[in-house]
């Protein structure tokens, strides 16, 4: 299956299937990418993949090379864009090489934040290799890297030419990867498409079961969303925005756990839960739906609290958000009904304060 988001010059296709990763070469060159290519991966995808991609790349005449940076949230910062800068000069990179990202939403980042800034912009290509990069973080090209005090603090807007997302490879992650990933998917249901949180409410055990119609069915339904969005909103002047349902709290959980704690979809599910009870308690959202989102989340897996965080030290960590309005308003994405939500700016402090010391173990 095909996905085509229509961004004019920028525009690209998402390739969708089971299998895709041995067909790779013929992809890009229908894609139109250049003979040379370099590869960024982590050891722990490499390990199991790269040799894969770069034989199949060569059959197909492609140059392919290969770099490696350490797996893990914490190496997402500009330390290692300085490093991968070096490499590609070593290599002798050029305006015409093409980034490959393959990985999670991690090496999407940085490899997508590396092409925007490298030369002043290359080419890039996604492979991702979790269920939260296949269905949120590889479309879009939104790329960045993290600071000390905040997430994705540090960023650019740069499109791949291509993602090429093959449900096979989930088949090599764990199940906590899997859950984290279906925090995304359920945000699509909630933002955009009652029928599709319907679909995954009766259908979560085939998808946790990693079954290919299933799995092709939630990155499909989750890229048009996402496309869609993107093709209206490119720069998140508006309506992207809604994009960061339940991430506001989510990235504050992150930033002060030191991103060791929780998986992103970990974090953004506790995010989304609170979000939600937010919207009841302002009479915006039917109350009894809140236990449908909960229910499901926990459904899949994934927690709806936290333990160990003051609730005025996540308020604080917010209004560094690089998505605030200013020091003293906070963005924030609630739901009307499921399917449907909007942007609130004038929230108030006590409100968050308390629905968050619900939200504490």
């Known amino acids: 299956m095909n996905i085509k988001v229509n961004l004019d010059e920028r525009s690209y296709t998402i390739y969708i299937d089971a299998g895709l990763l041995k067909n790779v070469g013929n992809i890009l060159t229908e894609a139109g990418i250049g003979q040379n290519v370099v590869v960024i991966t982590n050891p722990k995808i490499g390990y199991f993949y790269t040799d894969i991609l770069v034989t199949q790349l060569k059959e197909t005449g492609f140059e392919a090379r290969v770099i490696e940076i350490p797996d893990g949230e914490e190496y997402k910062n500009l330390k290692t864009i300085a490093y991968l800068y070096d490499k590609l000069v070593e290599m002798h990179a050029h305006r015409k090489t093409t980034l490959i990202a393959l990985g999670g939403g991690v090496i999407g980042d940085i490899v997508g934040f590396v092409a925007a800034t490298f030369m002043r912009g290359i080419p890039f290509v996604q492979i991702p290799t979790t269920l ?45 990867e899997i859950k984290s990933g279906l925090a995304e998917v359920i945000k699509y249901g909630m933002i955009k498409d009652a029928s599709f949180f319907e679909y995954l409410e009766k259908n979560i055990q085939q998808i946790e079961r990693l079954e290919t119609s299933a799995m092709v069915h939630i990155i499909a339904s989750s890229c048009k969303i996402k496309a869609e969005v993107v093709e209206a909103d490119e720069l998140e002047m508006d309506l992207r925005a809604i994009l960061n349902f339940g991430h506001t709290i989510g990235h504050a959980i992150e930033s002060q756990t030191s991103y060791q704690i929780f998986r992103h979809g970990e974090a953004i599910s506790i995010g989304m839960s609170a979000a939600t009870k937010i919207a009841a308690r302002l009479g915006m959202f039917p109350a009894k739906d809140v236990p449908r989102l909960t229910t499901l989340l926990q459904m899949a897996g994934l927690p709806i609290r936290f333990k160990d965080l003051s609730p005025n030290d996540l308020l604080q960590a917010m209004s560094l958000d690089k998505k605030r309005v200013s020091s003293q308003q906070i963005r924030f994405i609630l739901p009307k009904k499921i399917g449907c939500v909007m942007m609130v700016e004038d929230l108030s402090p006590q409100i968050i304060i308390d629905v968050l010391k619900e939200q504490k173990e």
């Open 132 to 176: 939260l990069a296949q269905v949120d973080s590889s479309v879009g090209g939104k790329t960045g890297v993290n600071l000390t005090t905040a997430k994705n603090m540090v960023g650019s807007f740069w499109q791949p030419q291509a993602v090429i997302i093959d449900p096979d490879v989930l088949k090599t992650l764990s199940l906590r």
